[in-house]
C-alpha cells in the first residue's frame, strides 16, 4: 500500500505527474492540494486570501464561512475531478472524495484562534480550519477492495459536522498510518530536503530519525512541517517516508528508485 501526497502550489505540471501514476500499480491513494487554484478562485472574486502567523511562527489561511465555501469550490470541485477526469483518460477508475465524506477525516474545529498581525496579538473569530483526531479507513478499504483509486482532498470533518479546513500533508500521514501504508510519498515543487535552497542538486538523501534534530535546521517554512509530519508518520509505523520533486520526469518511479528525501 503506497499514500501519495501531491501540493497545490504553483508550478507543478499535474498532467505529467499524472501520466506517471497512472502506470503504478495498485493499491495506492492519491491525496492532494489546491491552495494556488483557491487563491486565484477568492481572487477572481474580489477576496483576498487571509494569512494569520500563529505565536509560535506558523503561518496558515484564516478560514472564515466565505473562505470554506470558496475551498470546497476549488479543492472539492475543480480540482479534484479535473484529477478524476485526467486518470480516467489514463485509464485509471478513480474516485474523488473529501475526507469529509464519510468522515473519513475527523477532528476538532478551533473557532478562535490566536494570531499576530502587524506586530500585535489578535483573538479571531469564526475561523474553520482544524487538526485531525482520527480516521476512519473503511470507505477507502471499501473503493480500494472493489478496483477503485480514492483521490482524497480536505477538508475533514468537526465533531459538530462542519467542514474544516485541515493541513494536506497532515492528512496524508494520518491516511498512511490508518492503512498501515508501506510508503507515503510527499511530492512538491522542490526536489526534498535541501542543503543550500539555492542549488536543487544539494538533496539531502537520507534523514534517519535518531538524527531528526540536525536535519531540522536545514527545513524553512512549508518544509520544516512535512519533515516533521514525515518523521511522525514513520514512528507511528508508515515504513518510508519520501519527499520529493512533483516536476521531475517520471516523478513516482524516480521517487520509488531513489531520488528525493527518504525519512526513515
Known amino acids: 500500500m ?17 501520466t506517471d501514476l497512472a502506470g503504478l500499480e ?15 478562485l477568492m481572487r477572481e472574486l474580489g477576496v483576498e486570501p487571509r494569512l494569520v502567523t500563529s505565536s509560535t511562527g506558523q503561518v496558515s489561511r484564516f478560514t472564515d464561512q466565505r473562505t470554506m465555501d470558496l475551498f470546497l469550490m476549488a479543492y472539492c470541485g475543480k480540482v479534484n475531478k479535473r484529477i478524476v477526469e485526467t486518470l480516467q483518460r489514463l485509464g485509471v477508475n478513480a474516485v474523488g472524495l473529501s475526507a469529509l465524506d464519510g468522515a473519513i477525516a475527523r477532528g476538532r ?11 500585535k496579538s489578535k483573538i479571531l473569530d469564526g475561523d ?12 477507502i478499504h471499501l473503493l480500494l477492495g472493489n478496483g477503485y483509486v ?17 493541513d494536506g500533508d497532515k492528512l496524508a500521514m494520518e491516511l ?3 492503512l498501515q501504508a508501506e510508503r507515503l510519498l ?13 542549488d536543487p542538486s544539494s538533496t539531502v538523501p537520507t534523514v534517519n530519525l535518531d538524527h531528526l534534530d540536525e536535519f531540522l535546521v536545514l527545513a524553512q517554512g512549508r518544509m520544516k512541517k ?11 509505523g508508515v515504513g518510508e517516508v519520501i519527499l520529493a520533486d512533483a516536476n521531475r520526469k517520471d516523478a513516482i518511479r524516480a521517487a520509488l528508485a531513489g531520488s528525493g528525501t527518504k525519512i526513515r
Not at 150 to 166: C, F, K, R
Request: glycine share 10%; net charge negative.
Open 2 to 18: 503506497i499514500v501519495i501526497k501531491l501540493g497545490g502550489s504553483k508550478g507543478i505540471d499535474l498532467e505529467r505527474f499524472l
Open 26 to 40: 495498485p493499491p495506492y491513494v492519491l491525496v492532494h492540494g489546491a491552495n494556488v487554484e483557491l487563491d486565484a
Open 109 to 119: 474545529r478551533k473557532p478562535r484562534i490566536r494570531a499576530i498581525e502587524n506586530g
Open 128 to 139: 474553520y480550519t482544524g487538526t485531525i483526531e482520527a480516521v476512519d479507513g473503511r470507505l
Open 150 to 166: 480514492p483521490v482524497l482532498t480536505p477538508p475533514a470533518v468537526s465533531h459538530e459536522g462542519d467542514a474544516i479546513n485541515v
Open 176 to 178: 498512511a498510518v490508518a
Open 186 to 198: 510527499v511530492f512538491s515543487n522542490t526536489p526534498g530536503l535541501l542543503t543550500d535552497l539555492e
Open 226 to 236: 512535512k519533515v516533521l509530519a514525515a518523521a511522525d508518520a514513520v514512528r507511528r
